[in-house]
Nanobody, 122 residues
């Protein structure tokens, strides 16, 4: 069982930046970030393959967020820039144990972190 621990959330003003980190206790393959705002369903934000050479983003964050990973540290990052109040949510890290999967569906991921709150004030 792989444990995922997120960090880096907090309060930031609109237009600001934050960098989230997610450390895995073991090896994983595709990793992703999802978010859930109050009263809404959990939604896909970004994903990255194990190799790091393929990434995917939700339309709402493309051009503002960047996902990356350091496999030597079993860590994935989400650099968030030009933040908007609508980015406010709990952000969850997810990881797959299958090297054949990659994408934005929650069903593809086997492991989930506990979440970290990101609040963007206007």
């Amino acid at each position: 069982q792989v444990q995922l621990v997120e960090s880096g959330g907090g309060l930031v003003q609109a237009g600001g930046s934050l960098k989230l980190s997610c450390a895995a206790s073991g090896r994983t393959f595709a990793m992703g970030w999802f978010r859930q705002a109050p009263g809404k369903e959990r939604e896909f934000v970004a994903a990255i393959k194990w190799s790091g050479d393929d990434t995917a983003y939700a339309y709402s964050v493309k051009g503002r967020f960047t996902i990356s990973r350091d496999n030597a540290k079993n860590t994935v990052y989400l650099q968030m820039s030009s933040l908007k109040p609508e980015d406010t949510a709990v952000y969850y890290c997810a990881a797959s144990k299958d090297d054949q999967v990659f994408g934005g569906s929650r069903l593809l991921y086997n492991y989930w972190g506990q979440g970290t709150q990101v609040t963007v004030s206007s």
